[in-house]
């Protein structure tokens, strides 16, 4: 036992901080073997990242110290030379150590100023401390399990709102905010509690406002019939501060679902826009077929009709023309919060619109079957009259529903589901090739799946590069991608090379 502190000296100092830090006595002796070790570190070996581990005897306060040495296998090299050896170096001195064992000799701390030693030990004590009562308060914050806070902006950091919330300071991150409100210190504010991050000092409980949990559990706060299982909300979409969408489900036939969510002249909805700066909220059923749950999304919008498509998870709804403002919505609020609410890619447009889209789409669907299966036009027409879309329909559909076209004798059939199978194994291949050409930053865009990059290799787009060098329409050209499609690829490349 050294002289620069006591055994006595040292349990004593141990029990007041457990004590003043309300931190669990076992922790304090953790943090304070840790200090112990980085001012023996400091003191003994000056210039070394030495591996010095201390142990602290419970009942008499006395200490020891050592210095460890990490066994690594000859191949891997010595990484960090202050703390490992070769297993072939050692293994003549210690026969009964192997890789990833360590070699342990016992450390005379050299204090040749104590005071200095001590005031490094404190040092690194009161900061470990203060990590460790900072992790312990938010751990028994999140043990209380409370979504919903309420608490007083006690400063603004870098826009940010530092909220005082009891023993814990959260951040409220500018982006967390709804756009239209003013924060300012000695304000009080609610917020939902989105995560918790580790920071450069520790632990940090981060809020949100604009999250779709905050209206959720606002909801849930006024509407009891939640609570009780009785009412369900399937799910939030929002553009905080302006407007939102919320879907609901009743459990119990007897219950109105949206008027249980209004509640009385309003009052339990309007409880919960005034909590978020006036948002206006649209309350809708929710549906299990997904066609009637994206009409019921839409409202107001009035629908002429809806075309589902599985693949890409897309909604076709036609509108009248003069109703197509109103269905899209302002800087197209409505149709976006309808697409999240859903989880469906709704694209709205007038029956002109359709119309064409289903030419384009059609003439794609002949010229692919004509060229690919060595069509006439009359045969690739027989195919798409029957729903036939793409060389895939025309592969896997069963042999059967394809004699019952009409158009096709038995040989036929089996000689163009034949066709069709030989083009998507080209294509596979194809595809494989074209992924192994494409560059990582192509690889690793967001948006892009393996079908786009084969695409954008098979135009000569390589990298996040030349996808950023062009402009909408030529990338449509040379893929065939619609027009949001190319633009929201060119838009991501360029934010990557633009930065």
């Not at 920071?199 to 999250?211: A, E, F, H, N, Y």
């Not at 009709?305 to 897309?314: A, M, P, T």
């Amino acid at each position: 036992m050294n002289k620069a502190m006591s055994g006595k000296d040292l349990l004593d100092m141990v029990e007041v901080l457990a004590h003043e830090k309300s931190v669990d006595i076992d922790v304090v002796f953790g943090v304070v073997e840790v200090a112990l070790a980085t001012a023996i570190k400091r003191s003994t070996f000056p210039g070394e990242d030495a591996d010095v581990v201390v142990h602290i005897d419970r009942e008499t306060g006395d200490y020891s110290a050592e210095r460890r040495w990490l066994i690594v296998p000859d191949e891997q090299g010595l990484q960090e030379p202050d703390r490992e050896e070769m297993f072939s170096d050692i293994h003549d001195d210690y026969p009964d150590l192997a890789e990833g064992d360590y070699i342990v000799r016992p450390v005379t701390p050299a204090h040749s100023d104590a005071r200095r030693f001590a005031q490094d030990a404190k040092q690194v004590i009161l900061q470990r401390l203060r990590d460790a009562e900072r992790a312990q308060i938010v751990k028994e914050f999140l043990d209380r399990g409370e979504s919903i806070v309420s608490g007083q902006v006690k400063r603004m950091d870098k826009g940010d709102a530092i909220v005082e919330l009891g023993r814990l300071d959260a951040r409220l991150p500018r982006d967390q905010m709804i756009s239209r409100e003013n924060i300012h210190p000695g304000d009080r504010v609610k917020a939902y509690v989105l995560r918790v991050e580790d920071s450069q000092r520790g632990k940090q409980v981060i809020l949100s406002r604009t999250s779709p949990d905050f209206l959720k559990k606002l909801f849930e706060l006024e509407v009891p019939e939640i609570e009780e299982g009785l009412l369900e909300i399937k799910s939030v979409a929002r553009d905080p501060g302006l407007r939102a969408k919320v879907a609901v489900l009743a459990h119990d036939s007897r219950i109105d679902p949206i008027g249980t969510c209004v509640g009385i002249h309003g009052s339990r909805v309007n409880a919960v826009t005034a909590e978020l700066s006036n948002e206006h909220i649209d309350i809708v059923l929710w549906n299990e077929d997904p066609a009637l749950y994206v009409l019921e999304a839409l409202k107001p919008a009035e629908v002429q009709s809806i075309v589902l498509n599985e693949d890409d998870k897309s909604a076709d709804v036609v509108v009248p023309e003069e109703k197509l403002a109103v269905a899209i919505g302002s800087r197209g609020q409505n149709v976006r919060l309808a697409s999240e609410l859903t989880g469906w890619q709704i694209n709205i447009m007038t029956a002109d619109q359709a119309d064409e889209k289903h030419k384009t789409e059609t003439d794609a669907s002949r010229r692919e079957f004509m060229e690919q299966l060595d069509l006439d036009e009359d045969a690739a027409d027989a195919l798409i009259d029957a729903g036939l879309a793409s060389i895939e329909d025309v592969a896997y559909i069963p042999e059967k529903e394809l004699l019952e076209i009409g158009a096709f004798d038995e040989d036929t059939v089996k000689e163009l589901r034949s066709r069709a199978r030989s083009v998507l194994t080209r294509r596979a291949i194809k595809r494989e090739e074209n992924l192994r050409l494409a560059d990582k930053s192509l690889l690793e865009l967001p948006g892009l799946d393996g079908d786009k990059v084969s695409a954008l290799v098979t135009a000569g787009v390589r990298n996040v590069n030349d996808l950023a060098d062009l402009a909408t329409d030529e990338l449509v050209e040379k893929t065939g991608f619609d027009e949001k499609t190319a633009a929201d690829l060119i838009i991501a490349a360029r934010a990557v090379v633009y930065p």
